[in-house]
């Protein structure tokens, strides 16, 4: 299977992108030691080549997302990249049916997401009441995939409790995840 991970850790306020680093190497060793082709999109590097990005992209069967959660979204490389490699005629048309013009080969894609919210928070509270699961505050870069014609997910990753918390159960857990999936 030819695997793109798209990871976009990076330092901001107290966390240091550093997790996300190394669950991208973990992703990149474990596919790569059961024979899939893995290319990685660093979105974080100033230097990308936006035709490059594009090709892998178009390559990949499989993307892999490892990204934190800022401000309940993907952060601002993530969504730069986005729009520098989504491009119209090339990862989709315009259709009558808003949403069915994707051109992305790609048949699945995974999202591994960090934040320093706890899994326990979720449906509680003011701010997340209506966030019973983690998709549902990854909803625009789910949405996204579907809308390139990637409607397979493949179950999402959330570490949580990142900064705050203890972080020893990451490892063993992900690496248990990506074999239950590839």
């Known amino acids: ?4 991970l ?3 850790g990076y330092s901001i306020f107290d966390a240091k ?3 996300n680093g190394f669950l991208s190497y973990l992703t990149d060793k474990n ?15 100033e230097t990308l080549n936006m035709d490059r990005e594009l090709d892998k992209l178009l390559w990949a069967d ?5 990204t934190p959660i800022m401000w309940f979204n993907m952060p601002a490389p993530l969504v730069r990249w986005l729009d520098e490699v989504l491009l119209y005629q090339k990862t989709f048309i315009i259709t009558d049916e808003y949403g069915e013009g994707g051109q992305v080969p790609a048949e699945n894609f995974m999202i591994v997401t960090t934040s320093n919210m706890k899994s326990s928070d979720l449906g509680k509270g003011f701010v997340l009441k209506n966030t019973t699961h983690i998709d549902d505050l ?12 990637i409607r397979n997910q493949i179950p999402t990753f ?7 918390g203890n972080t020893d159960w990451i490892e063993k857990v992900y690496l248990e995840h990506l074999d239950q999936h590839f």
Do not use: C, E, F, R
């Open 17 to 19: 992108g550093q997790l």
């Open 138 to 149: 990854l909803q625009p870069l789910i949405m996204t995939n579907h809308y390139l014609s």
């Open 31 to 45: 596919l790569t030691d059961k024979n899939h082709k893995v290319k990685i999109s660093d979105v974080t590097k």
């Open 6 to 8: 798209v990871t976009a």
């Open 158 to 164: 959330h570490a949580d409790n990142v900064i705050a």
């Open 1 to 4: 299977m030819n695997i793109l």
């Open 62 to 66: 499989t993307l892999i997302y490892i």
